[in-house]
């Protein structure tokens, strides 16, 4: 199985910037793409940013601009770079990995692995 470590949340105020990492371990099967999802109270899992095997990238339309995504394949690690950040980006975010092409979608349902969660808070 894959192991994803996240790491990096933490409180901010808002304007602040937090970078997230996301470590992978462990068996690697195909992979067609890594990404952030996140889950505030009350609300459903959304997808935050994802950067497929061919280099592509996806960004949530609240998040464009402010929030970068990128991978350092020699660490096996993930990254998310959030600047600006604003009240509303509080949730706990999760890593993910996926074994279907991101062109499907940039949904949960689609995601094979997700690590335990970082909790970033924006006050």
């Known amino acids: 199985d894959v192991q994803l470590v996240e790491s990096g949340g933490g409180s901010v105020q808002a304007g602040g910037s937090l970078r997230l990492s996301c470590v992978a371990s462990g068996y690697t099967p195909t992979t067609y793409w890594m990404g952030w999802f996140r889950q505030a109270p009350e609300n459903e899992r959304e997808g935050v940013a994802a950067i497929a095997s061919d280099g592509s990238i996806i960004y949530t339309d609240s998040v464009k601009g402010r929030f970068t995504i990128s991978q350092d394949n020699a660490k096996n690690t993930l990254y998310l770079q959030m600047n600006s950040l604003k009240p509303e980006d509080t949730a706990t975010y999760y890593c993910?990995?996926?074994?279907?092409?991101?062109?499907?979608?940039?949904?949960?349902?689609?995601?094979?692995?997700w690590g335990q969660g970082t909790q970033v808070t924006v006050s």
């Open positions: 993910a990995t996926s074994g279907y092409p991101l062109s499907l979608g940039f949904l949960s349902d689609y995601v094979g692995y």
